[in-house]
């Protein structure tokens, strides 16, 4: 037990614990931002109630995690200054101004404009409600944009260099436009999109199969369905070129991913290992099972690799990823639920095309809609799962073979940073709990299509300015005490 | 090059500054809100002065991650020495930021309220009991090594100034606060918070008095410039516009303004603000590293000027407009 009088261990499990459960809440408001805005469009185009209902039902979903989101995200911005001043002080001038700009360009859009869409229905026209809506999932996707930029250039450094320990940016846009950048924003957008996605199919394959609202349910599965057909198998690819950064960029990752021990020579096929037992200590796989020659086909789409693949043992220990299990599995759990959910999207779009989806039929497909449900928080687990081998990999360095983890800690005393993980620790289940209760909450009650839709049964003024007592009080029954 | 070396650190001093100042004025009125709720004993009401944040207390806050985001771009040492040193009092505002957030939500689906009021309140409580802290201690000095670190110990925050700021930063949100529920609400509710408001205009003095007054005995460092023009003119003024606008303030009150009492108390703010930051300038951490010390590259100051910078009018514009949309006094709202 001596990592916890180990500050930087700590530290380290603190911004993990603090990360992974952050990540869960923005992850479904950024990908559900833009299913809303597609919603409301269709909305303003056919004038169809249901459209209206449905933006309604799921901006619940929406405010309910923006709530934690905003919660659990400020601790990561304070963490930075908190328990990682050395890193703050040595990058400041790249990645403190991007986590500014995450601010200026993304939250407070975001936030502003998420007040009109939840409670601007009727004080605003459709126009500029329609432009608050698209507002909020730009400012939310802007912030996807930003701190994955500023991820990447943890992972790819580039433009500029150390000098006296602290990073001179020589060019701006360079650092920005880091070689890992384009492809980690683009798989994270894509991530958040399709987990997104996935939790709405499986919510309304919920009420599917237990025939509640079945038509209206039908509506927003095919929504997402028409949207994962195209996703989903893009996702695989953006997965692809990932690694193959990390082949470029990050071999020490790429060979903690693979478990790959010896360097395997350019020009020939290599074997590629399904599963694996890494160990550490012997410096090689305690067992495994490979597919011969598959390598080559999976990093390069031929037989033959072009370039070695570097074995973990050229790096010396401390030189290279840890927890070599650890990446290794959350590695193949990702890709697995890459491939099935892309599967999952493909039978569907089958059944829909053989007219197996239409609303008198679609509650007769018990096994797909089970699916959808069993389906609905894998995403998470790939984003997750995805997150560990990244930033693993990464390791042991912050800034990539530059600065170390080691030396980016603060100094504090120990007893410091695990009273705060401690704390953490036990809010975040408290709240997970919390979460997990009032969203079963809001699928058990469902979406209420008695709401009056704005601009056909509402009549009353535009803007309210009767005072509140003189006012019906259409809150849900149990508020209204 | 070298007017520029000097230039953009004060740019940067003066944009976090109006960053800060919004928060505290903006976020100020809505922790003080939620301390006040800690004295409502009815669920309606409570409800009602939640109401009147929901659609911005998320906007309110994003003004301190914004101000955080500036302070680790432009000043990244600084950044990490103060945060460092005050974690004790960061992370009390952060798990209070944590309980107030979701009890905008939770407390909303709750049928049992009572636990998501609590966190409302004592959320809001920690928060501002958190901020207070860590400005007292940053006004009262941090200790660092030559190379601008945190060498001070895990307590160094609380001393009796930190005490004393952080009570009159309560005071003075629950004034904001009240005087916010005297414009946004009516009836028995704005009756209430005219009489909190009094009561907090009081408190808010007596500790505005304390500070103006041991700030020179015990800040050495800054006795000297306070003691001599031009300083010195300023804070002969500043004391007697404090107790001109207090004492317009209360009149207001008296007379059962509605939108009065709210101005007066910004602009008491406003005045607090300027005082603080001549105290404070040119150090980032008073009295150890000025903000050309702690500043990070001078290319970094202007891409941000650029990037951030001139994104402040277009920020400061939709945050109006979301007032706007959303005047008039708080109503039980439309929310399913």
């Given at each position: 037990?001596?990592?916890?009088?180990?500050?930087?261990?700590?530290s380290?499990?603190q911004f993990?614990?603090?990360?992974?459960?952050?990540?869960?809440?923005?992850?479904?408001?950024?990908?559900?931002?833009?299913?809303?805005?597609?919603?409301?469009?269709?909305?303003?185009?056919?004038?169809?109630?249901?459209?209206?209902?449905?933006?309604?039902?799921?901006?619940?979903?929406?405010?309910?995690?923006?709530?934690?989101?905003?919660?659990?995200?400020i601790p990561m911005e304070f963490q930075f200054g908190t328990n990682w001043a050395p890193f703050s002080d040595?990058?400041g001038?790249?990645?403190g101004?991007?986590i500014?700009?995450?601010?200026?360009?993304?939250?407070?859009?975001?936030?502003?404009?998420?007040?009109?869409?939840?409670?601007?229905?009727?004080?605003?026209?459709?126009?500029?409600?329609?432009?608050?809506?698209?507002?909020?999932?730009?400012?939310?996707?802007?912030?996807?944009?930003?701190?994955?930029?500023?991820?990447?250039?943890?992972?790819?450094?580039?433009?500029?260099?150390?000098?006296?320990?602290?990073?001179?940016?020589?060019?701006?846009?360079?650092?920005?436009?880091?070689?890992?950048?384009?492809?980690?924003?683009?798989?994270?957008?894509?991530?958040?999109?399709?987990?997104?996605?996935?939790?709405?199919?499986?919510?309304?394959?919920?009420?599917?199969?237990?025939?509640?609202?079945?038509?209206?349910?039908?509506?927003?599965?095919?929504?997402?369905?028409?949207?994962?057909?195209?996703?989903?198998?893009?996702?695989?690819?953006?997965?692809?070129?990932?690694?193959?950064?990390?082949?470029?960029?990050?071999?020490?990752?790429?060979?903690?991913?693979?478990?790959?021990?010896?360097?395997?020579?350019?020009?020939?096929?290599?074997?590629?290992?399904?599963?694996?037992?890494?160990?550490?200590?012997?410096?090689?796989?305690?067992?495994?099972?490979?597919?011969?020659?598959?390598?080559?086909?999976?990093?390069?789409?031929?037989?033959?690799?072009?370039?070695?693949?570097?074995?973990?043992?050229?790096?010396?220990?401390?030189?290279?990823?840890?927890?070599?299990?650890?990446?290794?599995?959350?590695?193949?759990?990702?890709?697995?639920?890459?491939?099935?959910?892309?599967?999952?999207?493909?039978?569907?779009?089958?059944?829909?095309?053989?007219?197996?989806?239409?609303?008198?039929?679609?509650?007769?497909?018990?096994?797909?809609?089970?699916?959808?449900?069993?389906?609905?928080?894998?995403?998470?687990?790939?984003?997750?799962?995805?997150?560990?081998?990244?930033?693993?990999?990464?390791?042991?360095?912050?800034?990539?073979?530059?600065?170390?983890?080691?030396?980016s800690a603060s100094h504090i005393?120990?007893?410091n940073v695990?009273?705060s993980?401690?704390?953490?620790?036990?809010?975040?289940?408290?709240?997970?709990?919390?979460?997990?209760?009032?969203?079963?909450?809001?699928?058990?009650?469902?979406?209420?299509?008695?709401?009056?839709?704005?601009?056909?049964?509402?009549?009353?003024?535009?803007?309210?300015?009767?005072?509140?007592?003189?006012?019906?009080?259409?809150?849900?029954?149990?508020?209204?005490? | 090059?070298?007017?520029?070396?000097?230039?953009?650190?004060?740019?940067?001093?003066?944009?976090l500054?109006?960053?800060l100042?919004?928060?505290?004025?903006?976020?100020?009125?809505?922790?003080?809100?939620?301390?006040?709720?800690?004295?409502?004993?009815?669920?309606?009401?409570?409800?009602?002065?939640?109401?009147?944040?929901?659609?911005?207390?998320?906007?309110?806050?994003?003004?301190l991650v914004?101000m955080a985001g500036g302070l680790f771009g432009a000043f990244p040492r600084a950044y990490g020495t103060i945060l460092n040193a005050l974690y004790i009092p960061i992370f009390l505002m952060i798990?209070?930021?944590?309980?107030?957030?979701?009890?905008?939500?939770?407390?909303?689906?709750?049928?049992?309220?009572?636990?998501?009021?609590?966190?409302?309140?004592?959320?809001?409580?920690?928060?501002?009991?958190g901020q207070?802290f860590a400005l007292?201690a940053v006004?009262?000095?941090i200790?660092v090594?030559?190379?601008g670190y945190f060498?001070g110990?895990t307590?160094d925050w609380?001393?009796?100034?930190?005490?004393?700021?952080?009570?009159?930063?309560?005071?003075?949100?629950?004034?904001?606060?009240?005087?916010?529920?005297?414009?946004?609400?009516?009836?028995?509710?704005?009756?209430?918070?005219?009489?909190?408001?009094?009561?907090?205009?009081?408190?808010?003095?007596?500790?505005?008095?304390?500070?103006?007054?041991?700030?020179?005995?015990?800040?050495?460092?800054?006795?000297?410039?306070?003691?001599?023009?031009?300083?010195?003119?300023?804070?002969?003024?500043?004391?007697?516009?404090?107790?001109?606008?207090?004492?317009?303030?209360?009149?207001?009150?008296?007379?059962?303004?509605?939108?009065?009492?709210?101005?007066?108390?910004?602009?008491?703010?406003?005045?607090?603000?300027?005082?603080?930051?001549?105290?404070?300038?040119?150090?980032i951490i008073?009295?150890?590293i000025?903000?050309?010390?702690a500043?990070?590259?001078?290319?970094?100051?202007?891409?941000?000027?650029?990037?951030?910078?001139?994104?402040?009018?277009?920020?400061?514009?939709?945050?109006?407009?979301?007032?706007?949309?959303?005047?008039?006094?708080?109503?039980?709202?439309?929310?399913?």
């Open positions: 037990m001596n990592f916890l009088s180990d500050t930087v261990v700590l380290r499990m993990a614990l603090t990360a992974m459960f952050h990540i869960i809440f923005p992850v479904l408001t950024t990908g559900m931002g833009i299913y809303l805005v597609v919603i409301e469009a269709l909305w303003l185009k056919t004038r169809k109630s249901d459209y209206y209902h449905h933006a309604r039902f799921w901006s619940k979903f929406y405010v309910l995690n923006f709530g934690v989101g905003v919660a659990t995200g040595a990058v001038n790249f990645f101004s991007v500014g700009f995450e601010a200026s360009w993304a939250f407070m859009l975001e936030a502003a404009f998420l007040g009109i869409m939840l409670f601007g229905w009727e004080r605003v026209n459709p126009a500029i409600h329609f432009l608050s809506t698209v507002l909020v999932a730009v400012g939310a996707n802007l912030s996807t944009v930003w701190i994955i930029t500023a991820n990447s250039w943890m992972v790819t450094p580039a433009g500029g260099e150390l000098v006296d320990g602290k990073f001179m940016v020589s060019d701006y846009f360079r650092a920005i436009a880091n070689p890992s950048a384009l492809v980690s924003v683009t798989h994270m957008f894509v991530a958040t999109l399709e987990t997104s996605l996935f939790v709405i199919g499986g919510i309304s394959a919920w009420y599917i199969l237990r025939q509640r609202n079945t038509e209206f349910f039908a509506k927003s599965l095919k929504v997402v369905l028409a949207t994962l057909i195209a996703i989903a198998p893009f996702q695989i690819y953006m997965g692809h070129l990932s690694a193959e950064i990390a082949y470029r960029y990050q071999p020490a990752k790429l060979a903690a991913m693979e478990a790959q021990w010896e360097t395997l020579p350019a020009g020939k096929p290599a074997d590629w290992t399904l599963l694996a037992i890494p160990n550490n200590r012997t410096e090689k796989n305690d067992w495994e099972l490979s597919i011969p020659g598959a390598l080559g086909y999976i990093l390069e789409f031929k037989p033959n690799l072009s370039e070695p693949v570097l074995g973990l043992k050229e790096w010396t220990p401390n030189n290279r990823p840890r927890l070599v299990g650890l990446i290794y599995y959350s590695f193949r759990i990702m890709i697995g639920i890459g491939f099935f959910l892309a599967a999952m999207a493909a039978i569907s779009a089958l059944q829909w095309m053989r007219g197996k989806l239409k609303n008198d039929n679609i509650a007769q497909q018990k096994w797909l809609m089970r699916a959808w449900v069993f389906s609905a928080p894998l995403g998470y687990i790939a984003v997750e799962t995805g997150w560990i081998v990244r930033c693993n990999g990464r390791q042991p360095w912050t800034l990539y073979d530059r600065i170390r983890t080691s030396d005393p120990a007893t695990l009273t993980l401690i704390c953490f620790a036990t809010v975040y289940a408290l709240l997970g709990v919390a979460y997990l209760y009032f969203g079963s909450r809001i699928v058990r009650k469902g979406p209420n299509l008695e709401l009056p839709v704005p601009g056909v049964d509402l009549d009353r003024p535009a803007i309210d300015t009767t005072p509140a007592e003189f006012q019906p009080d259409d809150r849900p029954v149990e508020a209204q005490q | 090059m070298d007017t520029l070396k000097y230039f953009l650190p004060q740019c940067w001093f003066a944009i500054g109006l960053f100042f919004l928060y505290v004025m903006l976020d100020g009125f809505d922790l003080g809100v939620g301390i006040l709720s800690l004295t409502s004993d009815d669920e309606e009401r409570r409800g009602l002065l939640m109401t009147s944040l929901s659609n911005i207390w998320d906007a309110n806050e994003t003004w914004l798990f209070g930021f944590i309980f107030r957030a979701v009890a905008f939500e939770f407390r909303d689906q709750a049928n049992r309220k009572f636990f998501w009021n609590i966190a409302f309140g004592a959320g809001s409580f920690a928060a501002a009991l207070g007292g006004l009262s000095g200790r090594d030559e190379a060498i110990g307590w609380l001393t009796w100034k930190s005490v004393l700021v952080a009570l009159t930063l309560i005071q003075g949100y629950v004034l904001i606060g009240s005087t916010y529920l005297v414009w946004k609400t009516e009836g028995e509710l704005q009756e209430t918070h005219y009489r909190t408001a009094k009561i907090a205009a009081w408190t808010t003095l007596i500790g505005a008095i304390f500070i103006t007054i041991t700030t020179p005995i015990f800040y050495e460092s800054a006795r000297d410039r306070l003691f001599n023009p031009p300083l010195l003119y300023v804070f002969a003024t500043i004391p007697f516009l404090g107790i001109l606008l207090i004492s317009q303030l209360l009149t207001s009150l008296q007379r059962k303004e509605e939108r009065a009492p709210f101005i007066w108390t910004i602009l008491i703010f406003v005045l607090t603000f300027i005082g603080l930051a001549l105290v404070v300038f040119p150090y008073p009295t150890e000025t903000i050309y010390e500043s990070a590259d001078p290319s970094s100051l202007v891409i941000m000027i650029i990037f951030i910078g001139a994104l402040i009018p277009v920020m400061l514009f939709y945050n109006l407009y979301q007032y706007v949309v959303f005047r008039g006094k708080v109503t039980p709202q439309n929310y399913e």
